[in-house]
T-cell receptor, first 114, second 111 residues
Framework: DAMVIQNPRYQVTQFGKPVTLSCSQTLNHNVMYWYQQKSSQAPKLLFHYYDKDFNNEADTPDNFQSRRPNTSFCFLDIRSPGLGDAAMYLC?????????????FGNGTRLTVT | EDQVTQSPEALRLQEGESSSLNCSYTVSGLRGLFWYRQDPGKGPEFLFTLYSAGEEKEKERLKATLTKKESFLHITAPKPEDSATYLCAVQPSGSARQLTFGSGTQLTVLP
């Protein structure tokens, strides 16, 4: 089945130790997103890629970066995680040019910072 | 600034007890309103898109409706497997990609 896959499902890192989360998709969608979701809160958009065009939300901390080496893969790098960065990180894809194409989400990576 | 407010924050129903979830929104022109279901520890799963006031969509026990200011997700005769968090999101006109999500309604259906 075509899908969005995130790895790992659970990630534990130490305060200040860089961490990378990965996302792959078999949907061949050209738009990919990274969302941060804290407990009982709305998903918050961090970045999105329209093809290779990177779009950073104005309030996304500089500590967060992203890479998209090809259509299928996207990475979220957290350079120096703080305790406040503990959250669920969700990757999503959509197809542009089809009006209101819904987002397809992966099952997320739960990040714990110790 | 676009805003989405969902109510109630949490809802407990007995199996078979129908109810509605509310999503109120403020947006400068609506391109689309989306409903998602999110199970614990998983990503949101797409349910419906609504485009214009008066539109309705149904899927099994769920029916979504849209007015100019709010959307309702009606759940008819719910079952325990309908327990989840239901998220509403709006896409404003002129924005091809960015959604604004509400914080969701956590639904628990008791057997």
């Amino acid at each position: 089945d075509a899908m969005v896959i995130q790895n790992p499902r659970y990630q534990v890192t130490q305060f200040g130790k860089p961490v990378t989360l990965s996302c792959s998709q078999t949907l061949n969608h050209n738009v990919m997103y990274w969302y941060q979701q804290k407990s009982s809160q709305a998903p918050k958009l961090l970045f999105h890629y329209y093809d290779k065009d990177f779009n950073n939300e104005a309030d996304t901390p500089d500590n967060f970066q992203s890479r998209r080496p090809n259509t299928s893969f996207c990475f979220l790098d957290i350079r120096s995680p703080g305790l406040g960065d503990a959250a669920m990180y969700l990757c999503a894809t959509s197809r542009s040019g089809q009006g209101n194409s819904p987002l397809h989400f992966g099952n997320g990576t739960r990040l714990t910072v110790t | 600034e676009d805003q989405v407010t969902q109510s109630p924050e949490a809802l407990r129903l007995q199996e078979g007890e129908s109810s509605s979830l509310n999503c109120s929104y403020t947006v400068s022109g609506l391109r689309g309103l989306f409903w998602y279901r999110q199970d614990p520890g998983k990503g949101p799963e797409f349910l419906f898109t609504l485009y214009s006031a008066g539109e309705e969509k149904e899927k099994e026990r769920l029916k979504a409706t849209l007015t100019k200011k709010e959307s309702f997700l009606h759940i008819t005769a719910p079952k325990p497997e309908d327990s989840a968090t239901y998220l509403c999101a709006v896409q404003p006109s002129g924005s091809a990609r960015q959604l604004t999500f509400g914080s969701g309604t956590q639904l628990t259906v008791l057997p």
